[in-house]
């Protein structure tokens, strides 16, 4: 796969937080021109459909990995909930 020269949206650049949002990590250029490991949710508009449609069947799989992630955080604060509410 060539290389896609991803950039970061100036303003979704931020702390580790940031950059596990969906848990689907990118290599990307900071505002200063550094690579840095990133979260696809910081990508700036051009880089994310560039990496979107960089092979075949990528967008469906994004979506299903993040409703399926979606599923498993909800489930887990539920769990959690639960565990506080009994003692």
């Given at each position: 796969?060539?290389?896609?020269?991803?950039?970061?949206?100036k303003?979704?650049?931020?702390?580790?937080i940031c950059?596990?949002l969906?848990?689907?990590?990118?290599?990307?250029?900071?505002?200063t021109?550094?690579?840095?490991s990133?979260?696809?949710?910081?990508l700036d508009?051009?880089s994310?459909?560039?990496?979107?449609?960089?092979?075949e069947g990528?967008?469906?799989?994004?979506?299903?990995?993040?409703i399926?992630?979606?599923?498993v955080?909800?489930?887990?604060?539920?769990q959690?909930?639960e565990v506080s509410?009994?003692?």
């Amino acid at each position: 796969m060539s290389e896609l020269n991803l950039k970061l949206d100036k303003d979704r650049e931020c702390d580790d937080i940031c950059s596990s949002l969906t848990g689907i990590p990118v290599r990307a250029q900071d505002s200063t021109g550094k690579w840095v490991s990133a979260d696809i949710s910081q990508l700036d508009e051009e880089s994310l459909d560039k990496w979107l449609y960089a092979s075949e069947g990528r967008p469906e799989a994004v979506v299903r990995l993040l409703i399926n992630s979606m599923y498993v955080r909800q489930e887990k604060v539920v769990q959690v909930k639960e565990v506080s509410t009994d003692g």
